[in-house]
């Protein structure tokens, strides 16, 4: 099968190659996909330069990517939960950083698997899986509510966007900051937006003279600005600053669980979540996808098309 490989770590995106390589097998428990399209997260680019190094193996030749959406093609033994031909998403990480989603087929676990919503498009079902379960599980730990008056930061991102329309389908009061080329995107996802930079604890505490309940950090370094706009007893997470859990915080790492991915689905099924795509890209053009991820500016998701 055709593939994006590299063959060592790197800052950039000189080591990234296309060519082929050996099918996956299909072990006990794990589905075959044929992959239609493939989320590209900062954690692709960050792994490739070695970023989890200390905390993953790895084996060279890494093929990057995590999300996945296709159409099941091979079941391996005791898959009962799949049938070929079943359209399905993944977040489809491993325990060994190897075996990727930026190729035509991946084999994925069943128990990380969920079948894709009819209502999203392949690239939209293909962007969902890491950023949107990233976003359902911090505000899982958050315990968002009905009445909760939610803070969060970077809410045109791929995460925050999710963040956002998960606060709001819990009834929460979603506050969202943002550049002010995005405020129109934020608002029209449910949320009050802000502009970030000097002044942001002012410009939330004139919104919520109370403070907040809780705050989503999806964009890093913003413990300062969280503590002093949080309401008694409030709650925080982030999902780039480990240094969070010294101030009361918790620190959030998302684990393949296709049950959780299920409730996504079942969210956009209904109408309470979409997928903004920003970009497709073919197997090619990883590096450019790459480029555009590190630039910082993205709204919404960038997507590999196989």
């Not at 193996?57 to 005791?78: K, N, R």
């Not at 939209?124 to 990233?134: E, H």
């Not at 329309?165 to 029209?188: C, K, L, P, Y």
């Amino acid at each position: 099968m055709r593939a994006v490989t590299y063959d060592a770590y790197a800052a950039d995106d000189s080591r990234l190659a296309v060519g082929e390589v050996p099918d996956p097998k299909v072990g006990p428990g794990t589905v075959l996909i044929e992959v239609r399209a493939a989320g590209v997260n900062p954690v692709d680019w960050k792994v490739m330069a070695g970023a989890l190094d200390g905390l993953m193996d790895t084996v060279f030749p890494v093929i990057p990517g995590w999300d996945v959406a296709g159409v099941v093609t091979a079941l391996g033994p005791d898959t009962p939960e799949f049938a070929v031909g079943d359209e399905v998403m993944a977040y489809a990480r491993k325990d060994v950083v190897q075996a990727g989603t930026f190729a035509q087929y991946v084999t994925v676990s069943a128990q990380a698997t969920a079948h894709k919503p009819a209502i999203l498009d392949w690239p939209q079902a293909g962007g969902l899986p890491l950023a949107g379960m990233t976003a359902l599980r911090s505000l899982d730990r958050l315990e968002v509510g009905a009445g909760d008056v939610l803070l969060v930061h970077g809410a045109a991102g791929g995460v925050g966007s999710f963040g956002v329309q998960i606060g709001v389908a819990r009834g929460a009061r979603v506050i969202g900051t943002a550049s002010e080329r995005n405020h129109d995107f934020v608002r029209g996802l449910g949320a009050e937006p802000v502009a970030y930079g000097d002044g942001l604890a002012d410009r939330v505490k004139e919104l919520a003279p109370a403070g907040v309940v809780a705050v989503a950090d999806f964009v890093g370094g913003q413990v300062e600005t969280t503590l002093a706009v949080l309401g008694p007893k409030g709650r925080h997470i982030s999902i780039a600053d480990p240094a969070v859990e010294e101030h009361g915080g918790h620190w959030i790492w998302v684990r393949p669980d296709g049950a959780e991915l299920a409730e996504l689905a079942a969210l956009a099924e209904r109408g309470a979540l979409t997928v903004e795509i920003a970009g497709t890209y073919p197997l090619d053009q990883v590096g450019t996808a790459f480029d555009a991820s590190r630039a910082g500016h993205t709204r919404g998701k960038l997507v590999i098309t196989p």
